[in-house]
């Protein structure tokens, strides 16, 4: 084995380390901070090569300080009367996706999390499989607390508790199953495009996954994923293959989420009520924000604060941040990178993942190495 696949082998492992600690909830923000920069510090000890910044990465980065510091400070002061500083620790984790993208390439970073994502799923399955038969058994995991319950976890595979009973819902190593979901869709994009588009195994193993976590976004997601990279024909032939189990699960996943998700839910009445008040607010607060204090003392405490990227950076900086960053998003994908565009921005309106240091990796240009032939004709 060449130097340079040893070198990527590395690269590799602290990057999916760094998903790991970014999604866990197992780490609180301190300490993902603290986390994430340490393996940032490894990381360029081993990805030696040479560090060029490119002016729209530099834009972009100083676009980012100026809001997320100045201009957060500055709606502090107006609306409150006093400083959060806040707003600076969501910079260094934006400046640590932006020191991880000048030395990760996408192809390596895509890698990265199919090897956490399998290593995972290859042993969480089947604990979460055996807790489904037999809840008692979760009860033999860690505790931890996430969310103001306590829940038990295998490290890589947490078990939501929820009245005393398990969640039937599979989490993997996130904090929730939406979060997870996010890193899912993208191994399942990044898996499907070097298999020759087709389904192997691993991307079965993924699709199993992302069905048990009963994720609204990730089945969606992973719906259109299997559209846009699998022929249509192959497509439809597994679908007439599976048909008299999809049937079956499909119907009483559909039941699911109108009852317990979508309009008419319990669950979208609370989401719903937090994006009325914010449409509510006078045309400047909505446009502009009102930082991070006013969020953090006025917002937050009255429940009416965002469960997603969407609306609490809105409602903290207001939409023409949200907009930018999602700016940052569009120029920074190429082309056949456009199903990874559309699961980030999508998670935009399902989780809170704007500032995490491997979302922000996606607001730079940083290294393409490879691009991933999605043709329909190859």
């Known amino acids: 084995m060449n130097n340079s696949r040893i070198n990527d082998n590395k690269i590799q492992f ?22 994430s920069a340490s393996v940032v510090a490894v990381l360029y000890y081993y990805a030696s090569n040479d560090f060029t910044i490119k002016f729209r990465d530099l834009i972009i ?4 300080l100026f809001f997320l510091v100045f201009y957060g400070f500055t709606l502090d002061l107006i609306f409150v009367g006093e400083i959060s500083f806040q707003g600076v620790g969501f910079f260094i984790f934006v400046l640590i996706g932006f020191l991880i993208s000048q030395k990760v390439t996408r192809e390596n970073f895509l890698l990265a999390n199919e090897k956490l994502v399998g290593f995972t799923l290859v042993i969480g399955l089947p604990i979460y499989a055996i807790c489904y038969i037999y809840p008692e058994l979760s009860r033999y995991g860690f505790s931890y607390s996430y969310g103001g319950f306590t829940h038990e976890t295998f490290i890589i595979l947490n078990i939501l508790i929820i009245d005393e009973s398990p969640l039937q819902r599979f989490c993997g190593f996130g904090s929730e199953p939406g979060l997870t979901q996010i890193f899912y869709l993208l191994a399942l994009f990044s898996r499907i495009s070097r298999s020759n588009r087709r389904i192997d195994f691993f991307s079965l193993t993924i699709i199993i996954a992302i069905f048990f976590s009963r994720s609204t976004f990730g089945i969606f997601l992973a719906i259109y994923v299997l559209a846009r990279l699998i022929p249509l024909k192959i497509l439809f032939g597994y679908i007439i293959i599976l048909s008299p189990i999809l049937f079956f699960t499909l119907i009483d996943e559909l039941n699911y989420h109108i009852s317990e998700k979508l309009v008419g839910s319990d669950s979208f009445a609370l989401r719903y009520d937090r994006y009325l008040n914010f449409f509510n607010s006078d045309v400047l607060s909505i446009i502009l924000g009102n930082g991070n204090s006013y969020y953090l003392n006025f917002t937050a405490p009255f429940n009416f604060g965002g469960w997603d990227s969407f609306l609490q950076v809105s409602q903290r900086y207001g939409l023409i941040f949200v907009f930018l960053l999602f700016a940052f998003l569009i120029i920074n994908t190429k082309k056949d990178h456009i199903p990874v565009l559309f699961i980030i921005l999508l998670a935009f309106f399902s989780q809170s993942i704007s500032f995490l240091p491997v979302i922000a990796y996606f607001y730079f240009s940083g290294k393409y190495t490879y691009v991933y032939n999605l043709s329909r004709d190859t």
């Open 14 to 35: 602290l990057t999916a380390l760094l998903i790991f600690v970014s999604i866990s909830p197992l780490f609180d923000i301190f300490h993902k901070l603290i986390a």
């Open 61 to 64: 980065l100083i676009i980012s």
